[in-house]
């Protein structure tokens, strides 16, 4: 990790007011409510995403029912649509920034912890499962927690990713800003860079959304350090336009690895053929399987960020499980 993590070490000493001397967002006189409005619209994305994607997981519905119900574009008849990790992460997160204005590493380790003991059945992965209720016993040693992780080497996986995109919805008019916030969002769970990495595309993809931009993914690659999901952004910009999601998938990962580089390249390649269409973005996510409420969950807050949710069917919004009242203060 040592060779390959010098741009993290330089990109997050950049993160301080201090020492950049930026204005933080909640003390600019003319920051109004597009921010807010933005990171919004991008977590009621993450979360449609996040739970209509888990309705097609192995664990609910045999494969070929899964793709029968995709092709055919029929609403999964679960009464209930509970989202997971995705979403509560994304909203711990959002609460550091509603209170902070912008990322705080220990509070949002904290805050981590503390939304993993409220409700630890939300879906996490095994490196959280590890994490978090050490963090929880020791909050000041989230650092060193955080790198130990497999080996030393710390997290690659999607989590920091699938999380991120209402952040980079709320810095989007600065998209150095997205880019260092975003770093600092994941360093918390995610020491590896590939884990920061992911955390970092998704971000900037969501701040284009936010701007009423399509997240072009040369783009995105052009902001996100070189590595495997940058790789496999170019990859996938170069997919061919007759390329079906399922062919994506199997040439870009769909996230069954769990790994950022194994599924950030496909959601928003999804994320970029549907970016003023959000249900079409989901259900072509879905095609590709895999760790599906994940892919929806990060490419239904990338283009919920432009679109918003209300041209989804009403009954989704019916069957998914609310958000906390609190979200309506942002």
């Keep these: 990790m040592s060779g390959s993590s010098g741009w ?7 993160c301080s007011p201090a020492q950049t001397g930026r204005i933080l967002p909640w003390q600019d006189p003319r920051m109004d409510d597009r921010a807010r409005a933005a990171a919004y619209a991008s977590l009621e994305g993450l979360a449609f995403g996040d739970a209509f994607g888990e309705r097609f997981f192995r664990l609910f519905r045999p494969e070929a029912e899964a793709r029968q119900l995709i092709a055919e574009r029929r609403t999964p008849p ?6 997971t990790d995705d979403t509560a992460m994304a909203l711990a997160l959002l609460r550091v920034l509603r209170k902070h204005g912008e990322v705080e590493l220990q509070p949002l380790a904290r805050e981590f912890a503390e939304t993993y003991k409220a409700d630890p059945g939300r879906g996490y992965g095994s490196g959280m499962h ?6 929880a016993a020791s909050p000041d040693e989230w650092a060193e927690l955080a790198s130990a992780l497999f080996g030393g080497e710390g997290s690659l996986g999607n989590g920091a990713a699938m999380r991120v995109a209402p952040l980079g919805a709320w810095f989007h008019d600065d998209l150095d800003r997205v880019v260092e916030q975003a770093a600092r969002s994941a360093r918390v769970t995610h020491a590896h860079p ?3 990495a992911g955390a970092v595309a998704v971000a900037v993809a969501a701040a284009l959304s936010a701007r009423g931009r399509a997240p072009e993914l040369t783009a995105v690659a052009a902001r996100t350090p070189d590595g495997p999901v940058r790789e ?24 069954r690895r769990i790994r950022a580089d194994d599924t950030v390249p496909f959601a928003l390649w999804c994320a970029a053929r549907h970016p003023g269409d959000l249900e079409s973005a ?17 490419a239904g807050g990338v283009v919920g960020a432009r679109t918003g949710v209300e041209a989804l069917p ?17």
Excluded: F
């Design 8 to 14: 993290v070490t330089s990109l997050l000493a950049r």
């Design 78 to 83: 679960d009464p209930h649509w509970h989202w």
């Design 130 to 135: 590890a994490l978090l209720p050490r963090v």
């Design 194 to 196: 590939e884990g920061i």
């Design 232 to 255: 496999g952004l170019l990859r996938a910009a170069g997919l061919p336009p007759e390329t079906t999601p399922e062919q994506a998938a199997e040439i870009l990962g769909n996230g």
């Design 282 to 298: 989901l259900w072509t996510t879905a095609a590709g399987l895999g760790d599906v409420d994940t892919t929806c969950a990060i």
């Design 314 to 330: 009403a009954d989704w919004a019916l069957r998914r499980e609310s958000l906390p009242v609190w979200i309506g203060e942002l």
